[in-house]
C-alpha cells in the first residue's frame, strides 16, 4: 500500500525474487530487499510515516477507515512507532 493520491487508495504490485534452498533439510527461504518497504510489511515507509501522522488528531478506527485499511495494520504500524521511539534503551555493556 502506498500514500493515497487524491483521496485514491494506492496499491503497489511488483514482482519480488524469492531464494529458497533446494536442499530439503535447510529452511532458508527469503525474499530480495525492497528499499522502500521493510522486510514483508504491506506497506511504504512513507505510508506509515503518513499513518503515524494521522494518528496525532485521529483514533485508530478513524484511520483506517479514512485510509481503506485494516485496523489491524494501522495498530502495527503504531506499535512499530512507539516501540522504535519509545522503548527502554538496551543497557547490555554498562
Not at 494506492?10 to 532458508?28: A, L, W
Not at 530480495?32 to 485508530?60: D, Q
Request: proline share 4%; aromatic share 10%; with cysteine.
Amino acid at each position: 500500500i502506498g500514500l493515497p493520491i487524491g483521496g485514491k487508495k494506492v496499491i503497489i504490485r511488483m514482482k519480488v525474487q524469492r531464494y529458497r534452498c533446494k536442499n530439503k533439510d535447510c529452511d532458508y527461504d527469503r525474499q530480495e530487499s525492497i528499499p522502500f518497504a521493510t522486510g514483508s510489511c504491506g506497506y511504504t515507509h512513507r505510508f506509515a510515516k503518513y499513518v503515524v501522522g494521522l494518528l496525532r488528531g485521529m483514533t485508530l478506527k478513524d484511520a483506517a477507515n479514512l485510509l481503506g485499511v485494516s485496523w489491524d495494520t494501522v495498530k502495527e504500524i503504531h506499535t512499530r512507532h512507539l516501540e522504535y521511539h519509545y522503548a527502554p534503551p538496551s543497557l547490555e555493556g554498562v
